[in-house]
């Protein structure tokens, strides 16, 4: 090994019961060694099998980890995942760590995407993870309301997300999305509702999303449209209502639909009926010819 890759003293000889290796692990194995898992943590179902369908997981310095009697300490999750995918992984594995060494295992905060597209080289990571989730959730239902909730069985692991924002930042002009969402983030649209809007938005140009934008957040005058809206917002603040962010995405699209045609809204305009004997359907946005 090249030495400037070793910072610190090798005392590798002073531990002659730890081995370590790098195996193969096929589902047989995943199984034989699950069988020792005699004390850990409640398994989750992370996504380690969609990773490993995906042909995404790489040697990447994680180990499995055994006690010096046996026991698993660390890896029944990628285990499980290895069965569940039927497919086999490359993975460091330590032998002979002490039993009581596992308190200290796994208590360090998960990467996250936003994490992992900093590490990537691109900015303003934290609202780029929350657009590419919302936007991910829209292109695989087809309609822009599911991007404002999440449900629970529709998931997407980090690794899925990531491969979405390196295959489409450039194409989908993630970035330039990103740039507006952040001029016209408030404390009650987050990230993810103003991304899908704005991906909606830009198919009318640049310049109409540039002076939208420039009136939501105050840098010009708002039009009469605008104004509406902001009165709108305002008053409804501090609304817990869990089905808000489909409501106020409506009422920002309308606005949207009423300032590109020239024609007013009035506070009874800015509404969605989700519910009753005549269920309102989600407006689209309005696109320029």
Same mark, same amino acid.
């Given at each position: 090994m090249n030495d400037l890759y070793t910072y610190g003293q090798?005392?590798? $000889? =002073?531990?002659? %019961?730890? +081995?370590?290796?790098? =195996?193969?692990? !096929?589902?047989?194995?995943?199984? *034989?060694?699950?069988? $020792?898992?005699?004390? @850990? *943590? +409640?398994?989750? *179902?992370?996504?380690?099998v969609q990773d490993m369908l995906d042909g995404a997981w790489e040697l990447n310095g994680s180990s499995i980890v055994f006690s010096d009697t046996g026991a698993l300490l660390d890896g029944q999750n990628r285990l499980m995942a290895c069965i569940r995918a039927n497919k086999p992984f490359v993975t460091v594995v330590v032998r002979g760590i002490v039993a009581t060494a596992q308190e200290s295992m796994d208590i360090g905060a998960a990467r996250t995407l936003s994490d992992m597209l900093t590490l990537r080289g691109y900015p303003n990571a934290i609202t780029l993870a929350s657009v590419t989730a919302a936007l991910a959730r829209v292109d695989r239902h087809g309609k822009i309301e599911a991007g404002f909730y999440k449900i629970a069985s529709d998931t997407f692991t980090r690794r899925q997300l990531l491969r979405y924002v390196e295959e @489409?930042? %450039?194409?989908? &002009?993630?970035?330039?999305?990103?740039?507006? !969402? /952040? *001029?016209?983030?408030? /404390?009650? =649209?987050?990230? $993810?509702?103003?991304?899908?809007?704005?991906? %909606?938005?830009?198919?009318?140009?640049?310049?109409?999303? %540039? &002076?939208?934008? /420039?009136?939501?957040?105050?840098t010009t005058t708002p039009s009469p449209q605008v104004f509406q809206l902001l009165k709108k917002l305002t008053k409804n603040r501090e609304s817990t209502k869990t089905e808000q962010k489909k409501i106020i995405a409506a009422?920002?699209? /309308? !606005?949207?639909?009423?300032?590109?045609?020239?024609?007013?809204?009035t506070p009874n305009t800015l509404r969605l009926t989700l519910g009753g004997a005549h269920p309102e359907n989600f407006p689209t946005v309005y696109v320029a010819e």
């Open positions: 090798d005392v590798t $000889s =002073e531990h002659p %019961e730890v +081995k370590i290796t790098i =195996e193969v692990i !096929t589902p047989d194995v995943a199984q *034989r060694m699950l069988k $020792s898992n005699v004390h @850990n *943590r +409640k398994m989750k *179902r992370a996504g380690y @489409n930042y %450039e194409s989908m &002009e993630l970035g330039k999305i990103v740039n507006y !969402t /952040k *001029r016209v983030l408030t /404390k009650f =649209e987050p990230a $993810s509702l103003w991304g899908v809007l704005i991906r %909606e938005m830009l198919k009318s140009g640049d310049a109409n999303v %540039e &002076e939208f934008i /420039k009136q939501i957040n105050g009422w920002i699209i /309308k !606005t949207w639909n009423a300032w590109m045609k020239g024609v007013p809204v």
